[in-house]
């Protein structure tokens, strides 16, 4: 079994301090309110000791961390690292916690506690629906089903989890544009190594294009039978990488399009049921082929 190296820890570790630095300034400021107590960054889910996609969204979301009555879902046994009652953050901060998130990090899809509600279940729908039509899987299919299909991990722009969506949050643009927002993320990239980019949605496609100028995007087009799914392919000089950018959210439901019917009457639920989301990463798959060729 592939185990991290000790660059990439090393660079994980860094990376996760620098995240928990800005989630201390951030707890004494107005974000107080919005971020989930007792929760620390969470930089990836799956593992980055394989060669992966690399799925994009916005931050980990509160469905990850807390149950309807607004209670944490699981205690120190769960898939994150989660302070204890009256620690500090700044206490967090030692080689020890650190390591044992960053195994958290990369057990994520191997444990009880995914969050299958959005990332989808093995062989199911939702992401992973659409990642086994594009021929990857964010679980082990060598142990499930498909030995063929490549290894998916995923990561998000704002590692810290909120318990409202990001969307609502009157703070979003100026987290956005404050150093850490602009940087962060192009500095996580180099810890994992990639098959290519997938943004989840047409805002996250768009904030990719802003934070890397050396992406070069080919034109936006629809999938065939699927003419209000929209993709864009670009190919970024700097991380030498293929970047699928996505204008709809396969994680969601009604993929973000909402509950409309296309020029050709198939409805979006149809979009977002566990063969569309198959029959479009095929169609995904098929043109990114086509752009840039199979890869070796």
Known sequence: MRTLTSE????AKKLLTEAVQHQIELKNGRMKEELIEGTTPVLWFGDAA???WLTVATNPSAGQFLTKDGTLRFDSTGPFFLLE?????????TDDNLEQSIGKFNDYFKQKDVYKTWFGKEQGGKLEGFLNGLGASLYDSSLLYDSSLQSVIHTDFFPLPTKRYMGTISMRHELEQSVFGQTFFM???????????????REHTDRFRKLDSSTVWENPFSLPDYPDAVVEFGYSAELKLPIIGLHFKPGEQFLGLGSRVDENGRSHGTYGSTNGLREIGRHVREKLEAFYGAED
Not at 8 to 11: H, I, L, N, S
Not at 187 to 201: R, Y
């Open 85 to 93: 009652p009256n620690m500090p953050l700044e206490t967090y901060l």
């Open 50 to 52: 394989k060669k992966s």
């Open 8 to 11: 990439q820890r090393k660079a």
């Open 187 to 201: 500095k996580l990239l180099p810890l994992f190594s990639l098959h290519g980019i997938i943004l989840l949605g």
